[in-house]
């Protein structure tokens, strides 16, 4: 057999691109797939193990509570949005106001049920939109605000 050095000077000379390896898929089987070797590992069947992930799955959503309790949170930040400015004005101690810690805390237990807050977040702004919650003085407030900037001066 010709050695690398050769084929590549007579390709060159052919002005043909080489192979250097033209027997590198000879000995290629087919690979197994994760699944397969993690099968062969245990000593079962992909079947088999695949029946066994879904019971452990299944097992697993046992008692699991779906989110139920979403209404629960959203009127615990329904309360805290309507005391807002009450809250901001109070320091914790740690460089943050009432209302942060009080939403860090929210957060966390709803993170902790598996919860985002940020759906919540989401429709409770969805009901503000519609009309169906209102922040109390501070919503008030920022409406009023927002009436005397479009009719006041600037304003187009």
């Given at each position: 057999?010709a050695t690398?050095?050769?084929?590549?000077?007579k390709a060159?000379l052919a002005g043909?691109?080489?192979?250097l390896?033209?027997?590198?898929?000879?000995?290629?089987?087919?690979q197994?797939s994760d699944k397969?070797q993690?099968?062969?590992?245990?000593?079962?069947?992909v079947a088999?193990?695949?029946?066994a992930?879904k019971k452990?799955?299944?097992?697993g959503?046992?008692?699991?509570k779906p989110?139920?309790?979403?209404s629960?949170?959203?009127?615990?930040l329904?309360?805290l949005?309507?005391n807002?400015d009450n809250l901001?004005g109070?320091d914790?101690g740690d460089?943050?106001n009432?209302?942060?810690?009080q939403?860090n805390?929210l957060?966390?237990?709803?993170?902790?049920?598996?919860l985002k807050?940020s759906?919540?977040?989401?429709?409770v702004?969805?009901?503000?939109?519609?009309g169906?919650f209102?922040r109390?003085?501070?919503g008030?407030?920022?409406?009023?605000?927002?009436?005397k900037?479009?009719?006041?001066?600037?304003?187009?």
């Open positions: 057999m690398t050095a050769e084929q590549r000077r060159r043909k691109p080489v192979d390896d033209p027997d590198r898929n000879r000995d290629r089987k087919k197994p397969e993690g099968a062969a590992l245990r000593e079962t069947t088999k193990s695949e029946a992930t452990l799955n299944k097992d959503r046992k008692g699991f989110a139920a309790n979403l629960d949170y959203s009127s615990q329904k309360a949005l309507s807002k901001v109070i914790s460089g943050r009432k209302y942060q810690v939403i805390k957060k966390k237990r709803m993170k902790a049920e598996g807050f759906s919540l977040l989401r429709d702004k969805k009901q503000e939109k519609a169906t209102d109390g003085a501070e008030k407030t920022k409406n009023a605000l927002r009436k900037l479009k009719t006041g001066p600037g304003s187009k």
